[in-house]
């Protein structure tokens, strides 16, 4: 574990200040990919050490066959299960904004797990966010493994829906003998691949909208 820490100190780094920016009220949604077993699950352990000062919720998305509606924010949100039990008619618009309200209050990080394998309603969740972070002392990291995502799958198409909006970031993580073939445009001010993808060609999502799909490691030790 160690060892994975050091290769990755500066996406630890770059994740770490988009926290503090979403702590000073601009809202970070990030969706780190990265092969299985590749650091992101020790990075996010990290990043939940390193927010001392915030509120953790933390929730994990399953491979079955049938994934429970919002399996992932019940567990971060065991509120959402009481709100879901409480009113068998609630509506997915009232609770969207009932999530929201629950994760804007204080200053929170969200991380969640796995989002390749996320139900309907989840990706839902997070194209609602992705939407209205603005104002909102709210980071949430999403991590994916990205040789299970895609140019059909559901979470690429939420991908391509937010690429072009503010405060919502794809990082993906090499693995340590891959390098980007690509150099990071010159306006990049962080040394993670955080702020280099916005205009780059590939997946795209039911606005036109893209994300690349190139693997880049920007950010490992050269």
């Excluded at 929170?108 to 002392?137: P, S």
Aim: with cysteine; hydrophobic share 40%.
């Amino acid at each position: 574990m160690i060892d994975v820490l050091i290769e990755r100190g500066d996406f630890l780094a770059s994740l770490e200040g988009l926290l503090g920016e979403a702590h000073g009220g601009s809202g970070r949604l990030v969706f780190l990919g990265g092969e299985a077993g590749v650091g992101k699950t020790t990075l996010a352990a990290a990043l939940i050490n390193a927010a001392d000062a915030q509120v953790v919720r933390r929730g994990s998305c399953d491979n079955v066959t049938m994934a429970e509606a919002l399996g992932p924010l019940v567990d971060a949100l065991p509120e959402v299960a009481e709100m879901l039990d409480g009113e068998a008619a609630v509506s997915r618009l009232r609770l969207f904004r009932h999530v929201r309200d629950m994760l804007s209050e204080p200053p929170t990080l969200l991380v969640l797990e796995d989002v390749q394998w996320a139900d309907e309603a989840t990706l839902e969740v997070l194209r609602f966010m992705g939407r209205r972070l603005g104002g909102t002392r709210l980071m949430i990291l999403a991590t994916f493994r990205s040789e299970e995502v895609g140019s059909d799958h559901p979470l690429t198409v939420v991908l391509g829906d937010l690429a072009a909006l503010p405060g919502v970031i794809l990082a993906e993580i090499p693995s340590t003998s891959r390098r980007c073939s690509q150099p990071a445009p010159s306006t990049c001010r962080r040394p993670c691949v955080t702020r280099c993808l916005r205009a780059c060609p590939g997946s795209r999502g039911r606005g036109g909208k893209s994300w690349t799909r190139r693997p880049c490691s920007v950010g490992a030790s050269k």
